[in-house]
């Protein structure tokens, strides 16, 4: 059938413009940015869709205002047939016809050419559009779903963010071109179609011209309100739900056919969501409904679109009471974040994507704030330091990092500012603005912002206004260099002790991962500094202050004696609050150090001291065995948080130890000797009572000493595996709670395929599916690993699943030579799927080469990059060949002293 019939006239008409070639009028190949002088006011769009032949026809009249004269429209439309494209003066109902058509398809802007001038007015221009329905995973792109009988079948998704709904139909594809939306969509009639808004009609229709009568259904929608066009969406399948109501707005949770009961958590979650953001913004939800679905394919972990938000179905279906703790938590987070997207990001949306940060750093921010509130259990702000604020330190260290406000033109760059720095520095930043002018200051803030721009525009200097001063400061002041400026700063700290009197130096620097002239640069920090003036006595938290010069003094209060040689230390940036890392003078450093061995400071402020030690033995000031020696004596140690941060270090160490054989096996023992006491300590099922973070602790130590060969815990594993593979009911449920560890663990244990056989099996089985995909890449045996990376572009898995097993394999000392020759054998099908989508392509780049700490390595990188035309993730490849270069550096600099202490661990 071609329900796109219902599009119009055949695009091969008589009335489809004449193409042209490019003139000296207007090059459009450069036109990044349209017009100003031509703004939309609304769409009505009508589509019908032909999934089995992969395509969809349909028309639309865009309502548009001409502030001036002019004989030419532009649009944005990407790889699209147009025809029968009419200028209709809403005053005097003249019409003009489009005489010739102007394209770049690689950009995607059209220009359309008229016979006479065009005067200033309210217009409606109609046009009849045609497209593919693509492989990919953006755009309009296929989505598999199940039927009632249990079968798979093509649907279609849309995933419209950040510049794809010009590949839809032609529009004004700006963030700052907001309009309303009139959408209806024709299919067949077995199919179910969701939207932005709510659907007003579900009419069957016959349409007796095809080769047989068929049943087709029109679906109409609502007018939403104003809105940017990455923000529009359709779903096409089957699905189920369940729903509830918030202030008389129905909610619902989409699922495949017969899962709807997954969704409960995230339904749940969803309400409580919707009513905490109600009133933090002072704006209740606009929109007369909210839905969240479940797609099989999709390129991110969920998409905002306004009342209709994409999930990976991992991401919003879960078994509370069967998943790991860290997936409950996933859940729940990505949910709060894409909610808070309603308001911050859809009701309020930054004027340009320069500004992406306002979007996806604040929902980053407020998926903490909201989850903290709704689940304190989760702990979920010191989750934010080793998650959020430790990550992007890492990314933001390099020089081929970006600032988090960046300059963005060709829609081509866009998506890599999709990355860490965008949403971690970006939320990262708020987190140290909220914590300086505290939670009222900061919220009146913000509802200011939300109340003077909602459906509409705003940029980073707006937000700044609303939020005001902080001690005599404009907020944009003291944010300018946060938010400008590719790094953060290097705090050094002295004791200086004269006449009696004590007083802490602070000088400030640019950190940097390689050296680099960074004088005269200056931050406004905020600063708050914890004593402990001796073993004795209590430690005593200073006013904080803004740190605004290259050095400045800081007194020590009288009444308070610092002793470092009796127990007494300093802690900078106690709390983790501000975003910078901090060098202490050798006498500070070792007093700093007795504290974190006796648990002197809080789990947050240790695993900061670990961090800061990491980060400076990376940038070739600290030494690797001195910090491995220290790591070895907290044996007390029982934070989650901290073990989180100590084991990235170790997993860093791979460019050191993956040399040979021998040295690997000997770190591993030297882990295995870290960890174990911990474990020891909590065993392997939970006590009564016991924390959300232990039960995350403890999954996390399971993988990490049983991937490492720990002989008692690979026996456990692989002997929970057999029930698991028996399909046995285990009377602890011990590998419910630890499922993906136990399966990680089993598959690096297994010499042959037989582990392999069983974890395919367990594909088909929703809740297992993503551990098994995680769980894929740690066999030791080659063929396995062949069989696994040819799986990964099979059409057993869905597109983003690739990604996953790929990593995976990279995170296997055997594997990952296997995982970099299969990425460059493969290169054309990668960038094929991946290249024009968000984060997935640049996953990809990162996993395989940053285990990479030869020289011929980097030249192998270097050369197949320079090799392929690739555009995109350009930015990604450079941080890529940066990342190795450090890593041959620390390699050459490090690996005697390291072997040799390893040697005699």
Request: hydrophobic letters at 40%.
């Amino acid at each position: 059938m071609s329900p796109a019939k219902d599009g119009g006239t055949e695009p091969n008409s008589v009335n489809t413009p004449v193409l042209s070639k490019q003139d000296d009028s207007c090059d459009i190949s450069t036109m990044y940015r349209l017009p100003e002088y031509i703004v939309p006011s609304k769409y009505r769009i009508s589509a019908g869709f032909d999934i089995p032949g992969r395509s969809y026809k349909g028309n639309v009249d865009i309502y548009i205002d001409f502030h001036q004269q002019t004989e030419q429209v532009y649009l944005n439309a990407k790889n699209l047939e147009v025809w029968d494209v009419v200028l209709i003066n809403q005053a005097s109902e003249n019409k003009l016809t489009c005489i010739n058509l102007l394209k770049d398809d690689s950009l995607g802007v059209y220009r359309f050419d008229f016979p006479q001038t065009i005067d200033s007015g309210k217009y409606i221009m109609s046009l009849k559009f045609s497209g593919k329905i693509r492989t990919g995973l953006q755009g309009v792109y296929l989505n598999r779903y199940m039927t009632e009988e249990g079968k798979e079948e093509q649907g279609v998704a849309t995933m419209f963010a950040a510049t794809e709904a010009r590949s839809f139909l032609p529009c004004f594809d700006q963030p700052d071109m907001k309009a309303v939306f009139e959408v209806d969509i024709l299919v067949e009639s077995h199919l179910s179609v969701l939207s932005n808004m709510n659907c007003t009609s579900a009419e069957i229709e016959t349409h007796d011209e095809l080769n047989q009568s068929t049943l087709l259904k029109r679906y109409r929608f609502a007018a939403s309100p104003v809105m940017s066009t990455y923000l529009l969406c359709f779903i096409i399948g089957q699905y189920s739900s369940i729903s509830t109501t918030v202030d008389g707005v129905p909610v619902s949770v989409f699922a495949p056919v017969n899962r709807e009961h997954e969704g409960e958590f995230s339904l749940s979650l969803a309400v409580k969501c919707l009513r905490l953001f109600n009133e933090y913004f002072g704006i209740k939800y606009t929109l007369p409904k909210l839905d969240l679905i479940a797609l099989s394919c999709i390129s991110v972990g969920a998409m905002e679109n306004w009342g209709l938000i994409t999930f990976r179905e991992n991401q919003l279906l879960i078994d509370p009471e069967n998943a790991s703790r860290s997936d409950v938590q996933r859940t729940a987070t990505i949910v709060a974040h894409e909610i808070s997207h309603q308001w911050f990001g859809n009701l309020t949306t930054m004027r340009w994507w320069s500004d992406l940060w306002l979007n996806e750093g604040f929902a980053t921010f407020m998926q903490y704030h909201a989850i903290d509130l709704l689940h304190p259990e989760f702990n979920i702000w010191d989750q934010f330091c080793s998650g959020v604020l430790i990550n992007s330190l890492e990314l933001d260290a390099l020089e081929n990092s970006h600032p988090i406000q960046v300059k963005v033109n060709n829609p081509l760059e866009i998506d890599e500012v999709f990355d860490r720095i965008s949403y971690r520095k970006g939320a990262s930043v708020i987190w140290l603005l909220y914590n300086l002018i505290g939670e009222t200051a900061f919220k009146q803030g913000i509802r200011q912002y939300m109340q003077k721009y909602n459906y509409s525009n705003a940029s980073t200097e707006d937000l700044w206004q609303c939020l005001g001063h902080f001690d005599g400061k404009p907020v944009s002041t003291i944010m300018d260099a946060w938010l400008t400026r590719v790094g953060f700063p290097l705090v050094s700290v002295q004791l200086q002790t004269q006449d009696g009197e004590q007083t802490l130096t602070l000088g400030q620097t640019r950190f940097s991962s390689v050296h680099k002239d960074n004088k005269d640069l200056v931050w406004c920090i905020p600063v708050r500094i914890l004593i402990k003036p001796s073993a004795e006595e209590e430690a005593v938290i200073l006013p904080s202050f803004l740190f605004d010069e290259e050095n400045c003094d800081v007194p020590i209060p009288k009444g308070i004696t610092l002793d470092i040689n009796n127990g007494g230390f300093v802690k900078v940036n106690t709390g983790f609050v501000s975003y910078f890392r901090t060098d202490y003078s050798m006498d500070l450093n070792k007093a700093l150090e007795e504290g974190l061995i006796n648990q002197k400071l809080s789990a947050v402020d240790r695993l900061s001291t670990i961090e800061e030690k990491v980060s400076l033995v990376l940038r070739e000031k600290g030494n690797t065995v001195r910090l491995l020696k220290l790591l070895s004596k907290l044996t007390r140690e029982d934070s989650y948080l901290v073990w989180m941060v100590i084991t990235n270090f170790f997993h860093v160490l791979r460019c050191i130890v993956w040399k040979d054989d021998v040295i690997s096996a000997q770190f591993d023992h030297y882990v295995v000797s870290v960890l174990e006491p911990c474990l020891d300590r909590i065993g392997y099922l939970p006590a009564s009572q016991e924390s959300h973070l232990t039960k995350m602790m403890r999954a996390m130590l399971v993988s990490q000493l049983g991937l490492r060969g720990c002989d008692k815990v690979v026996k456990q594993c692989v002997s929970r595996f057999r029930v698991l593979a028996a399909g046995d009911a285990d009377p602890m449920n011990w590998e419910s709670l630890l499922k993906k560890s136990v399966m990680k663990v089993a598959m690096a244990a297994s010499a042959d395929d037989k582990v392999l056989e069983v974890l395919l099996r367990r594909l088909e089985d929703p809740q297992d599916r993503q551990f098994v995909l995680y769980s894929l890449g740690y066999s030791s045996n080659p063929d396995v690993l062949h069989r696994v990376l040819e799986l990964s572009l099979s059409p057993k898995l869905r597109d983003q699943e690739a990604v996953i097993v790929l990593e995976s394999v990279c995170q296997n000392r055997r594997g990952y030579p296997h995982a970099w020759r299969f990425f460059r054998d493969n290169f054309k099908h990668f960038y094929e799927r991946y290249g024009h989508g968000l984060f997935l392509m640049a996953t990809s780049i990162k996993s395989v080469t940053e285990n990479f700490a030869s020289s011929e390595c980097l030249l192998e990188v270097e050369q197949f990059f320079d090799s392929v035309k690739y555009v995109g993730c350009e930015r990604t490849i450079r941080q890529a060949k940066e990342n190795v270069g450090l890593n041959i550096t620390w390699r050459e600099k490090e690996f005697d002293s390291v072997s040799e202490y390893l040697k005699s661990f």
